[in-house]
């Protein structure tokens, strides 16, 4: 009785770290500022076969001329993709379809984009889109940016 006791404690006190480590490499993620919530899908179909496959939710953050995206069910101090500002090409935007629906944010629109030659696409909210175009068409003078 008291083994099976101890073995419980032991188990509910793994959980409550493992949630206040979740919670701490979120508030470390966002402390320098500029993230939003943007869900991913790296080596997207040619054209949204709304399916809603493939889709990871994460948080990304803007740093100088790249973005990072991280995970949110990850322990990973280190940003799982790197987005380079003059890398990215905006192909076009449209609403979630079909499945997507479920597996995106209720009010996420779908951003498709060319990143060194992978076809990726982002969900993001309304205001984060208009937040990210606009750091797109801020970059320095002489790079090279296509926003669709």
Not at 2 to 21: E, N, P, Q, R
Request: hydrophobic fraction near 45%; proline fraction near 4%.
């Amino acid at each position: 009785m008291v083994l099976a006791l101890t073995v419980c404690g032991i188990v509910i006190a793994v959980l409550v770290v493992g949630l206040f480590v979740f919670g701490l490499r979120r508030r470390l993620i966002q402390r320098s500022g500029g993230t939003f919530d943007c869900s991913l899908r790296w080596d997207a179909p040619e054209e949204g076969d709304g399916d809603g496959k493939g889709w990871a939710y994460g948080v990304a953050r803007y740093n100088g001329d790249r973005v990072e995206w991280y995970r949110v069910f990850s322990y990973s101090p280190r940003p799982r993709r790197v987005l380079e500002r003059g890398s990215i090409e905006v192909a076009g935007r449209r609403l979630p379809d079909g499945e997507e629906e479920l597996a995106l944010l209720s009010d996420a629109v779908v951003l498709a984009c060319l990143h060194r030659g992978t076809r990726l696409e982002l969900a993001m909210s309304e205001d984060a889109l208009t937040g990210f175009l606009a750091w797109l068409e801020a970059a320095p003078p002489g790079q090279r940016v296509n926003v669709a």
